[in-house]
């Protein structure tokens, strides 16, 4: 192995635990919070997949970080490799899912934007599991290394996946933007703020991120190509509860009474409460027996 090769392997290894150490790091100073707005609410789609995206990177990352120092000689790694790819694409999945739903919510119960959506969505999360199921292999020299090597494997396989993640964070913010500039251009509602500001800051990370994982993979030599493994399901993690939570922040904040008592995690739940208007107005959902 040549020196650039092992600087490469040994940087994968070194940020992939500082990730790891940033995640531990953001749970406990998140915690309160966690307990304050989401523990004792109801289970459903919102909780389950903020549950999800929370606490599967934590195995995701130790997994990883296992995967780095592990020698395996003749041992089949294959069943572990797979068991972190399905981690990783679970937690992934799981915080689009609340990013889906604060689109919802933000177009006020439109369920063409939710079906379009997810339609969406399920046709890159099918395309990006064939390319990790199914590897392509285009016969480049160098391109492939051993199952079993803390190293990127199959360039095109490999990037296409975050790639794909890339095109749907586009379209998140495209859409985002357009719910923005059409129905609440002239709102100064808290709430309203919260869910764009917070949505867009959180979907351009998660781009940036995916173009620096597309970028490394298919350009830097396969040393380099677990560099940002971890960091990416990280990055899903911490910015997907901080949404939530900085949207309950907000909610307090807001000027509409109706909100008080309701949670950022019912809120989501509910997005039939924050109706959006033509003309960039916002008004407050009415209980069922107003």
């Not at 990883?64 to 572990?80: L, N, R, V």
Request: with cysteine.
């Amino acid at each position: 192995m040549s020196a650039r090769d092992n600087f490469g392997l040994q940087l994968a290894k070194y940020t992939n635990v500082a990730a790891s150490a940033i995640l531990i790091y953001d749970y406990f100073i998140t915690l309160h919070s966690e307990v304050q707005w989401t523990w004792g609410q109801k289970w459903g789609v919102i909780r389950t997949a903020f549950t999800i995206s929370r606490y599967t990177p934590f195995a995701g990352a130790l997994m990883t970080s296992y995967s780095a120092i592990k020698i395996w000689g003749t041992q089949d790694c294959i069943p572990f490799n797979d068991a972190v790819n399905g981690i990783h694409f679970l937690g992934i999945i799981a915080s689009e899912v609340l990013l889906i739903a604060k689109v919802y919510a933000f177009s006020g119960n439109n369920k063409a934007y939710l079906i379009v959506l997810l339609s969406f969505g399920l046709a890159i999360l099918v395309t990006s599991v064939i390319l990790s199921a199914a590897p392509i292999n285009l016969g480049v020299p160098g391109s492939v290394t051993p199952p079993c090597a803390f190293e990127g494997s199959l360039r095109l396989s490999s990037a296409l996946p975050y790639g794909l993640l890339m095109f749907f964070e586009i379209g998140l913010i495209s859409t985002t933007a357009f719910l923005r500039y059409r129905h609440y251009l002239v709102s100064h509602s808290a709430l309203v703020k919260s869910i764009y500001r917070d949505g867009l800051l959180y979907m351009f990370c998660i781009t940036v991120i995916s173009t620096l994982n597309v970028i490394v993979i298919a350009v830097l030599p396969l040393s380099y190509g677990e560099i940002l493994n971890t960091p990416q399901i990280v990055a899903h993690s911490v910015l997907a509860s901080r949404t939530l939570i900085n949207l309950q922040v907000s909610k307090e904040q807001q000027l509409f009474p109706t909100y008080r008592s309701t949670t950022s995690m019912e809120l989501l739940s509910n997005p039939h409460e924050f109706q959006a208007r033509p003309g960039g107005s916002v008004v407050a959902g009415q209980t069922d027996g107003a």
